[in-house]
């Protein structure tokens, strides 16, 4: 089962919207928002709630992707968001998101008896390139014991 279908399976909110994962490597995760008109704001675009979830679906996604094999010994957890609207967004957009620490780093850190925390960098376009909005997603890997 790839990352898209569990995430699927197991995240209401990834049904409710319907994304889409186009790309999920441990460097960078890429996910669609179609547009749908049920999740439109007052001026016809997806509603800022709608590309927060898809924002941070995409830094989950690459959190899995790139620590998926230390789930035995912790769990990751997002810490803290933060969003910037940039431009409006009309239509079906994307969410890019990339891993902003080493992943050795993170886990040597955590092999150390830390509780690492990383930061996960999302850029939302529209189709026609346009940067409508940056999150910044803070994740930890919480040991299990």
Known sequence: MSIGEMLAATVPMVR????????????????????????????GGPHAGAMFTLAESA????????????????????????IAYRKVALGPVTATATLGRPIADVVAEL??????????????????????GEMT???TLRPNS
């Open 16 to 43: 409710t919207l319907n994304l889409e994962y186009l790309e999920t490597t441990p460097e960078r995760a890429v996910l669609s928002l179609p547009d749908q008109g049920e999740f439109h704001n007052h001026i």
């Open 137 to 139: 997603v803070v994740w």
């Open 59 to 82: 830094s989950g996604a690459v959190v899995l992707a790139a620590f998926g094999d230390q789930l035995s010994r912790a769990v990751p957890l997002a810490v803290s968001a933060e």
């Open 111 to 132: 092999d150390a008896g830390g509780r690492p925390e990383f930061p996960v960098a999302v850029a939302i376009t529209r189709e026609d390139g346009a940067v409508t």
